[in-house]
């Protein structure tokens, strides 16, 4: 008898690292296990887990098996070029495409890539209307968020022992993160630089207490280190504290009162639908087009960063969706490629 579910392969990359795409690969394929897919997933992350065959250390096989097995192979690979080959191997072996296009900042040749690799696939998907907007087909919108499984560990010791001195002082707790030390335009991408001149500022130091996770420091050791010294050269030790460390963001979040998000470009920010979701202010630069509830500031502005905080401007925050069942939907949706098995 067939399964009347149809089998799907999502191919991207697991974490860790941690970031906004691979944590959305994770959550869907667990979404999916849970409410009874069969699912199998590619991963194609440079780290390679225990236990988890990865495309970039040779499972060639695992992956053959995965798409000769799928009714529907969804694609969430950042890379134009990687995006093309998965697309056109899942094709040629019968499946169903789905390609969801995270990210709209490539330019040049790769930019032109990108744009091949929208033609290949059956169905496109963007994670916003903005990033819509930039390519020539058409597609679905649906945004990359799916509610978080907060697991049951405690937050590590070193972030408790921050969350209560902010409680214990009376302040209230912002918390920003940066997935990787990363620039853009030769800023730093995720703005750490402009919570850090934000909190120089006496008033921003009286009232608030800020957090700041960073993930991946691979090729980038010193970079913790180095905001240390410049925290400390600035007698701000007791009120921006970085930290590297593997911790559950979402978990971070619900201890938060407030959460920054500073970059100087994004997407579909995962940082800023789980703030929403659980009721918190999002203080979010304008640099793209943010989803509503959202206190905006101008992008690279530091001053402007300082008036959101301490403006005290609470947005109506609307109902969060999951977006789970609009993905679902065009699963079960597709017309079977290939003849029941």
Known sequence: MTNPLPRITLIGTLPDPKGGVSIHVERLFGALSRAGYPARVVDEGKIRKPGVPN???GAWVHYVRCLLWADVVHIHTGSPLGAIFHLV????????????IHSARSTGVRRLFQRMATIIPHHLVYVSEEIAETFDRTGSIIPAFLRPLIDAQSLPPSIESLV?????SNKRLVVSNASRPATHDGRDL?????????????DVQKRFICIYIV??????????PQWHRRICDAGLTDVLHVVHCDVQF????????I???ATNTDGDSLTVREGLAEGKTVIASDCCIRPQGVVLFRTRDADSLRSALMSDVQETIPLVR??????????????????AR
């Open 55 to 57: 495309l970039r250390h």
């Open 89 to 100: 191997a899942a094709r040629l072996l019968g499946c169903y495409t789905i390609l969801t």
């Open 164 to 168: 209560a001195l902010a409680r214990n």
């Open 190 to 202: 995720y703005g750490l630089d402009l919570v850090f001149e934000a909190f120089r500022h006496p």
């Open 215 to 224: 993930g991946d420091l691979a090729g980038h050791p010193e970079y913790v």
């Open 250 to 257: 979402a978990r971070l979040i619900r201890h938060s009162d």
């Open 259 to 261: 959460i920054v998000r």
């Open 322 to 339: 999951d977006f789970f069942c609009s993905i679902v939907e065009i699963y079960v949706g597709q017309p079977r490629v290939r003849s």
